[in-house]
C-alpha cells in the first residue's frame, strides 16, 4: 500500500499501570498532571475504557492484535503472542508508515519487534521469558503483588523511572532529528512523509517509591482510600483468597499513606515525561496534522476495596485513562461516556491513519461517533479476563450500567455502576436482577470455555518450563533490553 502524505502523523503513548481516577482530567483534586490535562483540554478524554485484562502482557498484546485474550490464547506475563497474528505496527506499516518503537511493550519471545521496524530501549526482562532473573536490589520482591511493595514503599528511587527517563531522552533526540530533517526537505521543496511513534512507558507501576522531590509534593496531603472493605468472611471468594495470598489481610495505615503518596508522586513524575515529548513535538512543529493517543494497560486499586495493584475487575483496576487530540480532527475539549474496550482504540487508532483493519480485531472505530456525536448505534459494552495458572478462569463484562463479574466455580458478582460507582452493592441472585444476570453470563460465555482456557494454560505452562530452562542454560542474546542494574532501586 502506497503511503499519502496527507495521512496524519501519530504519537501514542502508552503507560503502565495507572488508575484513570488518578489524574487531573479525570476529576483528581490533588495530583499534578498539566500536561495530561492540556492534552485532554485540547482533544477528548474517554471516561468508560476498559482494558482486556487487567495484568501487563494479556492486555498489551490484546491492544496490539485486537483480539481478546482467549483467542490470542495470551492470559499471564510469561504467555507469548503467535508471530503470525498480525498487530497494529504491522497494520500500519501496511499503511506505508514506517513505524517505531522507544522503550516498554512486555512482549515475551524472540518477537520483539512485533511490527514494529525499529526500536529504541527495550525492556527490562529478558527477551525469552519472565521477569524472574531480574535483581532489584533494595526493592527486590516490590514490583509484584505482595505485601512488601507496601512495606518498603516511600521517598527512594524506582527503576522503572530510570528506565523512562532513558525512554524519553531517546525519544526526544529522536524528534529533534526528525524535525530538522522535515525543515530541510521542505527548504527542498521535497513531500514529507508521515512519522509513527510509539513510546511505552513503565511508570506509575510499583514499586510505590519516588523521587524525594515528587514524594514531598503529596507527603502529608494524601488521604486515606475512600472504599474500605475490611477483611472477613463476607469477602467474595477470590478477593479472600487473593488478599491471604497476596499478604494484605491487614495493612497499617502508615503502609497505605506511604504507597499512595508515592503513586501520586509516579503519576506526576509520568506527566513530566510525557510533558518533555509534547513540548519537543510542538517546538519542531510536529503537532500538526498529527494524532496524539495516551492511554495505560490496565489500573491500579491504590488500596481501593483494601486491595493493590491489578488483577482484579474493580473499577480501580479494570479502567484506564485513554485521550486522543488530533488538531482540526477531532473535537476540543469533548467528553464521552460511553462504554468502550481498549480494542476499540487499536481500531479507532487504524482508522485514522487510513491502515487497514486487522482481519480478526473485535475493535470498533470510535472516529464515527466522535466526529457525528451520535451515540445512538454504539454498543455500550466491554469485555475484560484474569486466567492463570493456579486454576483461575474470570472474566467480566461491562454492558450500559451493569457489570457482571464471573469466576469459574465461585459465586459471580453484579454491580449496577450508576445507582452504586463504588461497587459496595453485590445484587448477584436477587431475584429481581435474574434475567439480567443470566443474560450477563450467557454473553460471558459465548465462545468462552473456562475448563478448555485451564487445560490450555496447564500445556503452556509445561511449554514455558522448557524455554525458561533453556534459557537459563543457554543465555541468548537479547536483541532489545534495558539493563536493570540493583543499585537504581533503593528507598532514602
Not at 52 to 57: K, N, Y
Not at 182 to 204: D, I, N, Y
Not at 252 to 276: C, H, N, P
Not at 312 to 332: D, R
Amino acid at each position: 500500500m502506497t503511503q499519502s502524505v496527507n495521512q496524519p502523523n501519530l504519537l501514542y503513548i502508552h503507560s503502565d499501570q495507572h488508575a484513570a481516577a488518578v489524574a487531573g482530567c479525570y476529576g483528581d483534586q490533588l495530583v499534578h498532571t498539566p500536561n495530561l490535562d492540556q492534552l485532554a483540554a485540547e482533544g477528548i478524554v474517554l471516561d468508560n475504557v476498559y482494558c482486556p485484562s487487567p495484568i501487563c502482557t494479556p492486555s498489551r498484546m490484546s491492544m496490539f492484535s485486537g483480539r481478546f485474550p482467549y483467542e490470542n490464547q495470551v492470559w499471564t506475563n510469561y504467555h507469548t503472542l503467535d508471530s503470525g497474528i498480525p498487530t497494529l505496527a504491522h497494520a500500519m506499516g501496511a499503511a506505508g508508515y514506517q513505524p517505531i518503537l522507544f522503550g516498554r511493550m512486555h512482549s515475551i519471545g524472540p518477537d520483539q519487534l512485533r511490527g514494529y521496524t525499529e526500536r529504541y530501549v527495550g525492556d527490562h526482562c529478558s527477551n525469552y521469558t519472565e521477569s524472574s532473573d531480574i535483581d532489584h536490589g533494595e526493592l527486590q520482591g516490590t514490583q509484584g503483588p505482595k505485601r512488601i511493595s507496601l512495606i518498603k514503599s516511600g521517598a527512594g528511587q524506582n527503576a522503572y523511572q530510570v528506565h523512562d527517563e532513558d525512554v524519553v531522552e531517546e525519544t526526544v533526540a529522536y524528534i529533534n532529528k526528525l524535525g530538522q530533517e522535515r525543515r530541510e526537505l521542505s527548504q527542498a521543496r521535497k513531500p514529507l512523509t508521515p512519522f509513527c511513534l510509539t513510546v511505552g512507558l513503565m511508570l506509575p507501576h510499583q514499586p510505590f517509591v519516588a523521587r524525594k522531590e515528587d514524594y514531598q509534593l503529596y507527603q502529608g496531603q494524601i488521604k486515606l482510600p475512600k472504599i474500605r472493605q475490611p477483611f472477613s468472611d463476607q469477602l467474595h471468594p477470590f478477593i479472600y483468597s487473593w488478599r491471604k495470598e497476596t499478604g494484605i489481610v491487614s495493612v497499617t495505615e502508615a503502609e497505605i499513606l506511604r504507597a499512595r503518596t508515592a503513586y501520586w508522586a509516579l503519576v506526576t513524575r509520568m506527566d513530566k515525561l510525557i510533558g518533555q515529548i509534547l513540548d519537543v513535538l510542538r517546538k519542531n512543529n510536529l503537532d500538526q496534522n498529527t494524532l496524539i493517543i495516551y492511554m495505560s494497560d490496565h489500573g491500579e486499586q491504590v488500596g481501593e476495596h483494601d486491595l493493590w495493584w491489578k488483577q482484579t475487575f474493580y473499577e480501580h483496576s479494570v479502567k484506564v485513562p485513554a485521550i486522543l487530540c488530533w488538531p482540526g480532527q477531532l473535537p476540543k475539549g469533548k467528553r464521552f461516556n460511553q462504554v468502550i474496550s481498549s480494542l476499540d482504540l487499536n481500531a479507532t487508532l487504524l482508522d485514522a491513519l487510513s491502515a487497514p483493519p486487522l482481519p480478526n480485531s473485535r475493535g470498533r472505530s470510535l472516529l464515527p461517533l466522535i466526529q457525528s456525536g451520535q451515540t445512538a448505534n454504539w454498543q455500550n459494552v466491554a469485555f475484560s479476563e484474569f486466567c492463570t495458572h493456579d486454576n483461575h478462569q474470570h472474566r467480566m463484562i461491562r454492558q450500559d450500567e451493569w457489570k457482571l463479574n464471573y469466576y469459574h466455580g465461585q459465586p459471580v458478582q453484579l454491580f449496577n455502576l450508576v445507582n452504586d460507582p463504588d461497587e459496595l452493592n453485590d445484587l448477584a441472585d436477587q431475584t429481581q436482577y435474574a434475567d439480567i444476570q443470566r443474560q450477563l453470563i450467557d454473553r460471558i460465555l459465548d465462545g468462552w470455555e473456562p475448563n478448555q482456557i485451564a487445560e490450555i494454560i496447564k500445556r503452556k505452562r509445561a511449554d514455558y518450563n522448557i524455554i525458561s530452562n533453556w534459557a537459563k542454560k543457554t543465555k541468548p542474546t537479547d536483541h532489545y533490553r534495558w539493563q536493570l542494574r540493583p543499585e537504581m532501586d533503593y528507598l532514602d
